[in-house]
């Protein structure tokens, strides 16, 4: 690859030369003609195709980054309180959302390292909360939360549910007939490939949605795009090279580039274990895309990034207190097949 380095950070993360292309390539253009009002119709309609939710879901674009799509999901499409499955932080980030725009908000917060146990979440549910709100793949530690149990609660007790899947859509299997969620939020810039500066929520038709945003009110933005207009000044180039990402992903599929990913964590949890690298958590809680693996005793963090960047990778710490004990390695994006042949001899140097 050309690129100067090989990004295996959870986002940004290194895309396809097309993608790069239609950035540079995006002419200078007013929001407010058709030669953006339509590419922002054929990025929304290419959305629900990648993900083969045509039928039932709309896409709502927004710029900003995947934050921006969790605040507008979190302040449109709660009702009059919320359950907020926390454990990790973006969980945490979820409860902050809900709570600075003034909606009753209750945590169920668990360990970093544990998904969230069904039984305990429907206990938890009381009067006045009429939704959940869960992070499908948690960036913290590379965990997957059991996405069909807690939409079984979710079903079974007549809540909404609110899924932010900013580091899962495109990376992980999300089956939409079987979650039914009310509104996903994810981004460009993870596993769709695309670059910084776009995310997006795919919402169930017909959705109530509540005005708590100018910005982010997700009611707003919806009727305007879906009257071929735009409320405010969108990330022109940006979306560009979004739909360019999009066309990619159409061609390999999303179940080609989960099944890709899955080849590419494969390799790096195999140079680990060559390594004698314990991972932070059990198999059965694995994400796709990222690996969090414990620091060798006597090598720090700062060391094995200084070391690794020498080799051209870029790596991440540990969130919080667990970047005393750990670092995660991320495989979403354009990562050749002979740069993750690389990283196993480029690890193994960083950390003697």
Not at 142 to 161: E, F, M, Q, Y
Not at 254 to 275: F, H, N, P, Q, T
Request: glycine share 8%; aromatic share 6%.
């Amino acid at each position: 690859m050309s690129d100067a380095f090989t990004l295996m950070n959870p986002g940004p993360i290194n895309v396809h030369p097309r993608v790069r292309a239609a950035l540079a390539a995006s002419l200078d253009q007013c929001h407010r003609e058709r030669e953006y009002l339509d590419m922002q119709s054929r990025v929304r309609a290419k959305l629900v195709e990648a993900f083969d939710v045509a039928a039932d879901y709309d896409a709502v674009l927004i710029s900003g980054s995947g934050t921006a799509g969790m605040e507008m999901m979190v302040s449109s499409a709660v009702g009059k309180g919320v359950l907020v499955l926390d454990n990790g932080v973006y969980g945490d980030r979820l409860g902050q959302m809900a709570e600075v725009h003034g909606i009753p908000t209750k945590r169920l917060v668990a360990d970093w390292q544990q998904r969230h146990d069904p039984a305990a979440v429907e206990a938890a549910l009381e009067d006045g909360i009429d939704t959940i709100a869960v992070v499908h793949h948690e960036t913290t530690t590379g965990l997957l939360n059991d996405l069909p149990a807690i939409a079984a609660v979710a079903r079974k007790t007549g809540r909404r549910l609110l899924i932010d899947s900013v580091s899962g859509l495109a990376g992980e299997v999300f089956d939409f007939d079987t979650i039914q969620p009310d509104a996903v939020c994810c981004t460009a810039n993870k596993c769709v490939e695309g670059l910084p500066g776009v995310s997006f929520v795919l919402l169930r038709k017909g959705t109530s949605l509540e005005k708590r945003s100018v910005y982010f009110d997700m009611a707003h933005q919806l009727a305007k795009q879906e009257a071929g207009g735009t409320p405010f000044t969108p990330a022109i180039q940006v979306t560009a090279a979004f739909e360019a990402a999009l066309d990619v992903l159409l061609e390999e599929t999303v179940a080609g580039r989960i099944a890709r990913y899955g080849r590419a964590s494969a390799s790096i949890r195999a140079s680990m274990a060559d390594l004698g690298l314990p991972l932070l958590l059990p198999a059965t809680h694995l994400s796709n895309t990222i690996t969090c693996a414990h620091l060798p005793a006597a090598v720090g963090y700062e060391q094995i990034h200084a070391r690794m960047r020498e080799d051209g990778f870029v790596l991440y710490a540990g969130q919080g207190d667990l970047g005393k004990i750990a670092f995660r390695v991320a495989n979403m994006g354009q990562i050749s097949e002979q740069r993750l042949a690389d990283f196993g001899p480029a690890l193994k140097r960083a950390i003697a």
